[in-house]
């Protein structure tokens, strides 16, 4: 059991330019998540998904964009980066929902816009 | 959405017991506290989750009293490898309502 994979662990990106994160979790959870950490703060989400094509915004979801086409993955896709997307962003993927489960999370992708 | 307040930093030394309070007092009924810990550059790890009561598990207990409106993660004889960042989050089944704030920063010393 890998858990959720998560890649590249490190990025660095010019202003402007696309790249997805990739998100891929083995525990058949229906529950994926996307989320960032700037330096010294908490996790704020990003979107999330509660199955095979459904997705919906989180409290950060400007710029980015994802896609749900199977169980196992979830994709995070950055159009036209900007240096306020530098971050560290994890995926996390859950059995249940919110805050009645248990969220595993990858080791983080770490992200620089230059 | 419940608001979690907790403190932004503790110390402590090897073998003593830290206790750390969330205060959450608009809680809602369905809700559920989690307590998550986030050690620097890994994802948060789940340590314990409980509805009301007392719960216990290999690493930490939760104490929630009977009005819900806080919560104490309890750390018995912590070592130097507990310090983390810990996070209290209070949720139900809504998945896109999940927030982690600023968590209180654990330094263990020798």
């Known amino acids: 059991n890998a858990g959720v994979t998560q890649t590249p662990k490190f990025r660095i990106l010019k202003i402007g330019q696309s790249m997805t994160l990739q998100c891929t979790q083995d525990?058949?959870?229906?529950?994926m998540y996307w989320y960032r950490q700037d330096p010294g703060m908490g996790l704020k989400l990003i979107y999330y998904?509660?199955?095979?094509?459904?997705?919906d915004k989180g409290e950060v979801p400007n710029g980015y964009n994802v896609s749900r086409s199977t169980t196992e993955d979830f994709p995070l896709r950055l159009e036209l980066a900007a240096p306020s997307q530098t971050s560290v962003y994890f995926c996390a993927s859950s059995l249940s929902g919110g805050g009645t489960g248990e969220l595993f999370f990858g080791e983080g992708s770490r992200l620089t816009v230059l | 959405l419940a608001k979690t307040t907790q403190p932004i930093s503790m110390d402590s030394y090897e073998g003593q017991e830290v206790n750390i309070t969330c205060s959450h007092n608009?809680?809602?009924?369905?809700?559920?506290i989690t307590w998550y810990q986030q050690f620097p550059s890994q994802g948060p790890r789940f340590i314990i989750q409980g509805y009301k009561t007392k719960v216990t598990n290999e690493v930490a207990s939760l104490f929630i009293p009977a009005d819900r409106k806080s919560s104490t993660l309890s750390l018995p004889r912590v070592s130097l490898s507990d310090t983390a960042v810990y996070y209290c989050?209070?949720?139900?089944?809504?998945?896109?309502?999940?927030?982690f704030g600023a968590g209180t920063t654990v330094t263990v010393r020798a």
């Open positions: 998904s509660v199955g095979a094509g459904i997705t």
């Open positions: 608009n809680i809602a009924t369905n809700d559920y």
């Open positions: 989050l209070v949720g139900d089944l809504a998945p896109g309502k999940l927030s």
């Open positions: 525990m058949n959870h229906n529950y």
